[in-house]
């Protein structure tokens, strides 16, 4: 049983954190510096709205994060950045994930995002299908900073941007001064294996005033919690299975031919290596001692890897400047997921015995996105009227595959059913190992046209808004073969012209408040679906013909209605952001699962209304301690209900999503002088994310949305600290993570199909402490 961190590693961690504190000399009481003054909160520049502004002048819910705050908080990840930022979700079952800004909530398994993800302004946009489940998340390693911009963004960032926008900001090279970055890990999990991390940025002129340069390299290893033992001889037997590789890679550029001239080409490269899911076999296991054993034959490994160069070029005319970004993405993703014990529940066949039975799906996916922006804007910061228009061109070809791999699949239908695959399903083996081969593609084309603009009607009042026209299409293709799915083939398309435009009016009593009110539109494109041809099962058209049409899906809006105010108050020493919104959301798109076609379809089921708040507060009320709170109320439930002919979806009052309706991040920091020029600090911070009590239409019996597989997640809650020592530059600290053991389980599923491959859920990380290491120059 491994509940405890082992002696030997404890004494390890204690030992080493030890020796690197006191040799800086930490005493025995630290002391203050009686003359240090009161600091004012740290002022920070965005670009959300593709000019630089303080983030106390943009009328928009935005949360915003440094280098130095996240590795503060230890957040490595999407997930990490999920639980301290109000409004934001991240939801991942190894196979899929899903990132939900405000309860505006996409699919997780097929269709369009709601929240867009961006690389500095190069947009990470996808389609999901087959092979292609999961959205492309940027790990966090030198960071200028991320910027999460709550409430739709679809004037300036698209259609992905319905319910809000997370950007990934990186350090443009230099041409003036040299800088770096450097960070160091290591951490155990109670129960689990060793996480570590060595990673290096630098960058500065080459010719002073002309070239200069940045690039980094990072490697991180995150240990897994999830031992398989297999239920079927000759299977895996393996601890600590879930773990992970991550390899990152930055290099850029910067030239200035002139004064007026910037150009910038980059690359970016990540590399995300999974040994298995972290999906655990919950009659197995035993969270509470954080015992988390999976059982199945094989393991599940994915691989998820993307290359992004791109070419920004800026010029500057005097009055305005000219920006062109020019991108290409190309990622290349692969999963599989042990399918041995579920094939035979989908031909009703008995369990197999024998690791010779095996069935493996794997699925495959590329993506390759060339996209183009111009825009120009004015560059006066004090005229009366500032404006960016632009132009924007996105194609994105992303290919499929979906197979099982069954080599052993005929000797089993003949020996379990007296029948070849042929006499009994009507079609043999696709490539003679494939029970099931299906691929699917999309082409995306976006041409579109943007105006953003604010006009000061008097020096405290203003009025900004902005516009886009957008012209979408896609083109979809699929095919299918092999015994459960028979043959098959489909084309289709889909075209719209969006219009999203957005308005605020804000008012600035003084340099250091703003109020504003706003509206947006949010919009998300439709589209065609698979063809159900149902596994082979004859009940399938049947099940479909009270459905309709089936083979597109439409287009779905929103209008989101936003009131808030941004505050320095107490010479700086007090920061308060705070908003509150209501959005109308038409035609949600939804997936509907058909059981007796074994498959499922996107459709426009109801209407949402969401309402909720964010309030952020930072202060230093007395010298040398800071105080923080972030948190967010969500409540997304349907407006109006939906059916398609004689069968009920959704009803009103029910909620749209699993979205916790409170997420809370608490913390306190308190710095203190050391001998020798150094100093140290101890930071605590809770983390709490509700369970959401409402009623589901997975949970209702009556609705056709009804799944009982489905489990709510529960309440999450993790307290952590760190203690950390920093001189010149040098910041080392020893952290604990999950301090009160949370063990809860999430995204659980329990489908009555023996073998189903997702039955079980995925741990939240138990206990775990380590050390960092960071240096800045």
């Given at each position: 049983?491994?509940?405890?961190l082992?002696?030997?590693r404890?004494?390890?961690?204690?030992?080493?954190a030890?020796?690197?504190?006191?040799?800086?000399?930490?005493?025995?009481?630290a002391q203050?510096?009686?003359?240090?003054?009161?600091?004012?909160?740290?002022?920070?520049?965005?670009?959300?709205?593709?000019?630089?502004?303080r983030?106390?002048?943009v009328p928009?819910?935005?949360?915003?994060?440094?280098?130095?705050?996240?590795?503060?908080?230890?957040?490595?990840?999407?997930?990490?950045?999920?639980?301290?930022?109000?409004g934001?979700?991240f939801?991942?079952?190894?196979?899929?994930?899903n990132?939900?800004i405000?309860?505006?909530?996409?699919?997780?398994l097929?269709?369009?995002?709601?929240?867009?993800?961006?690389?500095?302004?190069v947009?990470l946009?996808?389609?999901?299908?087959?092979?292609?489940?999961?959205?492309?998340t940027?790990?966090i390693?030198?960071?200028?900073r991320?910027?999460?911009?709550?409430?739709p963004?679809?004037t300036?960032?698209?259609?992905?941007?319905?319910?809000g926008?997370?950007?990934?900001?990186?350090?443009?090279?230099?041409?003036?001064?040299?800088?770096?970055?450097a960070?160091?890990?290591?951490?155990d999990?109670?129960g689990?294996?060793?996480?570590?991390?060595?990673?290096?940025?630098?960058?500065?002129?080459?010719?002073?005033?002309?070239?200069?340069?940045?690039?980094?390299?990072?490697?991180?290893?995150?240990?897994?919690?999830?031992?398989?033992y297999?239920?079927?001889?000759?299977?895996?037997?393996?601890?600590n299975?879930?773990?992970?590789?991550?390899?990152?890679?930055?290099a850029a550029?910067?030239?200035?031919?002139t004064?007026?001239?910037?150009?910038?080409?980059?690359?970016?490269?990540?590399?995300?290596?999974?040994?298995?899911?972290?999906?655990?076999?919950?009659?197995?296991?035993?969270?509470?001692n954080?015992?988390?054993?999976?059982?199945?034959?094989?393991?599940?490994?994915?691989?998820?890897?993307?290359?992004?160069?791109?070419?920004?070029m800026?010029?500057?005319?005097?009055?305005v400047?000219?920006?062109?970004?020019?991108?290409?993405?190309s990622r290349?993703?692969?999963?599989t997921?042990?399918?041995?014990?579920?094939?035979?529940?989908?031909?009703?066949?008995p369990?197999?015995t024998?690791?010779a039975?095996?069935?493996?799906l794997q699925?495959?996916?590329?993506?390759r996105?060339?996209?183009?922006?111009?825009?120009?804007?004015?560059?006066?910061?004090?005229?009366?009227?500032?404006?960016?228009?632009?132009a924007f061109?996105?194609?994105?070809?992303?290919?499929?595959?979906?197979?099982i791999?069954?080599?052993?699949?005929?000797?089993?239908?003949?020996?379990?059913?007296g029948?070849?695959v042929?006499?009994?399903f009507?079609?043999?083996?696709?490539?003679?190992?494939?029970?099931?081969?299906?691929?699917?593609?999309?082409?995306d084309?976006?041409i579109?046209?943007?105006?953003?603009?604010e006009?000061?009607?008097?020096d405290q009042?203003?009025?900004?808004?902005?516009?886009?026209f957008?012209?979408l299409e896609?083109?979809?293709?699929?095919?299918?073969?092999?015994?459960?799915t028979?043959?098959?083939?489909?084309?289709?398309?889909?075209?719209s012209s969006?219009v999203?435009?957005?308005?605020?009016?804000?008012?600035?009593?003084?340099?250091?408040?703003?109020?504003?009110?706003s509206?947006?539109?949010?919009?998300?494109?439709?589209?065609?679906?698979?063809?159900?041809s149902?596994f082979?099962?004859?009940?399938?058209?049947?099940?479909?013909?009270?459905?309709?049409d089936?083979t597109t899906?439409?287009?779905?809006?929103l209008?989101?209605?936003?009131?808030?105010?941004?505050?320095?108050?107490?010479?700086?020493?007090?920061?308060?952001d705070?908003?509150?919104?209501?959005?109308?959301?038409?035609?949600?798109?939804?997936?509907?699962?058909?059981?007796a076609?074994?498959?499922?379809?996107?459709?426009?089921?109801?209407?949402?209304?969401?309402n909720?708040?964010?309030?952020?507060?930072?202060a230093?009320?007395?010298?040398n301690?800071?105080?923080?709170?972030?948190t967010?109320?969500?409540?997304a439930?349907?407006s109006?209900?939906?059916a398609?002919?004689?069968?009920?979806f959704?009803?009103?009052?029910?909620?749209?999503?699993?979205?916790p309706?409170?997420?809370?991040?608490?913390?306190?920091?308190y710095?203190f002088?050391?001998?020798?020029?150094?100093?140290?600090?101890?930071r605590?911070?809770?983390?709490?994310?509700?369970?959401n009590?409402?009623?589901?239409?997975?949970?209702n019996p009556?609705?056709?949305?009804?799944?009982?597989a489905?489990?709510?997640?529960?309440?999450?809650?993790?307290?952590?600290?760190?203690f950390?020592?920093t001189?010149?530059?040098?910041d080392?600290?020893?952290?604990?993570?999950?301090i009160?053991?949370?063990?809860?389980?999430?995204?659980?599923?329990?489908?009555p199909?023996?073998?189903?491959?997702?039955?079980?859920?995925?741990?939240?990380q138990?206990?775990?402490?380590g050390l960092?290491?960071?240096?800045?120059?």
């Amino acid at each position: 049983m491994r509940v405890q961190l082992t002696q030997k590693r404890k004494l390890c961690c204690s030992a080493a954190a030890f020796a690197l504190i006191t040799s800086v000399g930490l005493p025995a009481a630290a002391q203050e510096a009686a003359d240090k003054p009161v600091t004012q909160v740290e002022e920070i520049v965005v670009t959300a709205t593709k000019r630089a502004e303080r983030l106390l002048d943009v009328p928009i819910s935005i949360s915003a994060y440094d280098e130095k705050s996240l590795d503060k908080s230890g957040v490595r990840d999407v997930n990490g950045l999920a639980a301290i930022t109000p409004g934001l979700t991240f939801q991942s079952t190894g196979v899929t994930n899903n990132i939900t800004i405000r309860g505006v909530a996409a699919d997780a398994l097929r269709g369009p995002p709601t929240t867009a993800i961006y690389i500095d302004d190069v947009p990470l946009l996808f389609n999901k299908g087959f092979g292609t489940t999961t959205v492309p998340t940027p790990k966090i390693f030198d960071l200028d900073r991320i910027e999460v911009l709550r409430g739709p963004q679809g004037t300036l960032f698209g259609g992905s941007a319905m319910g809000g926008a997370v950007r990934f900001i990186t350090p443009q090279p230099s041409l003036t001064s040299s800088s770096g970055y450097a960070r160091g890990e290591v951490a155990d999990t109670s129960g689990g294996g060793l996480s570590y991390e060595a990673g290096a940025a630098v960058g500065g002129p080459i010719i002073q005033d002309k070239l200069g340069f940045r690039i980094s390299a990072d490697y991180r290893r995150d240990g897994g919690v999830v031992d398989n033992y297999s239920s079927i001889p000759g299977g895996v037997n393996q601890k600590n299975t879930d773990y992970s590789d991550t390899y990152a890679m930055r290099a850029a550029l910067a030239y200035a031919p002139t004064d007026n001239v910037t150009i910038t080409p980059s690359l970016y490269y990540q590399d995300v290596k999974t040994n298995n899911r972290s999906f655990i076999n919950e009659a197995a296991s035993n969270p509470h001692n954080h015992q988390y054993i999976a059982t199945n034959l094989m393991l599940s490994p994915s691989r998820d890897k993307f290359f992004l160069p791109s070419l920004n070029m800026s010029v500057d005319l005097g009055a305005v400047k000219f920006t062109s970004i020019t991108a290409y993405l190309s990622r290349d993703s692969n999963q599989t997921a042990d399918y041995t014990t579920f094939v035979p529940s989908i031909v009703n066949g008995p369990q197999p015995t024998s690791a010779a039975n095996m069935s493996q799906l794997q699925l495959n996916s590329t993506q390759r996105n060339f996209s183009q922006e111009f825009r120009l804007a004015n560059t006066d910061p004090n005229a009366r009227l500032k404006w960016t228009v632009g132009a924007f061109y996105r194609r994105s070809v992303v290919d499929g595959v979906q197979q099982i791999y069954s080599p052993n699949f005929g000797n089993y239908i003949q020996s379990s059913f007296g029948k070849t695959v042929e006499q009994k399903f009507g079609h043999g083996m696709a490539n003679g190992v494939y029970s099931l081969f299906s691929q699917q593609g999309f082409v995306d084309k976006e041409i579109a046209a943007f105006v953003d603009a604010e006009f000061a009607l008097t020096d405290q009042l203003s009025i900004a808004g902005g516009v886009r026209f957008s012209h979408l299409e896609q083109n979809f293709y699929y095919v299918g073969a092999g015994p459960l799915t028979g043959l098959a083939s489909f084309q289709g398309s889909a075209k719209s012209s969006p219009v999203t435009p957005r308005i605020s009016l804000n008012y600035k009593p003084s340099r250091d408040q703003l109020f504003y009110v706003s509206a947006a539109k949010g919009y998300r494109a439709g589209g065609a679906n698979t063809p159900l041809s149902g596994f082979a099962q004859p009940g399938c058209q049947t099940a479909l013909s009270g459905y309709g049409d089936t083979t597109t899906y439409a287009p779905d809006s929103l209008w989101s209605y936003e009131a808030g105010s941004k505050s320095s108050l107490f010479g700086g020493r007090v920061r308060v952001d705070a908003s509150a919104f209501h959005i109308d959301w038409k035609n949600i798109t939804n997936n509907v699962t058909v059981a007796a076609c074994s498959g499922n379809f996107l459709a426009n089921l109801g209407d949402a209304s969401v309402n909720g708040f964010d309030l952020g507060v930072t202060a230093n009320p007395v010298r040398n301690l800071t105080l923080s709170l972030a948190t967010g109320y969500t409540s997304a439930t349907y407006s109006k209900g939906a059916a398609l002919g004689s069968n009920v979806f959704t009803r009103k009052g029910e909620q749209i999503a699993d979205t916790p309706p409170w997420n809370v991040s608490v913390a306190a920091e308190y710095s203190f002088d050391l001998p020798h020029d150094a100093s140290g600090y101890v930071r605590v911070e809770d983390r709490y994310r509700s369970m959401n009590d409402g009623s589901f239409p997975f949970l209702n019996p009556t609705d056709k949305l009804y799944n009982p597989a489905l489990v709510v997640n529960p309440m999450v809650n993790t307290l952590n600290a760190r203690f950390g020592v920093t001189r010149q530059g040098y910041d080392i600290s020893v952290f604990a993570d999950n301090i009160l053991n949370d063990n809860s389980v999430l995204d659980i599923q329990r489908s009555p199909l023996i073998g189903f491959p997702y039955n079980g859920g995925h741990p939240v990380q138990p206990f775990t402490v380590g050390l960092t290491a960071t240096k800045r120059w």
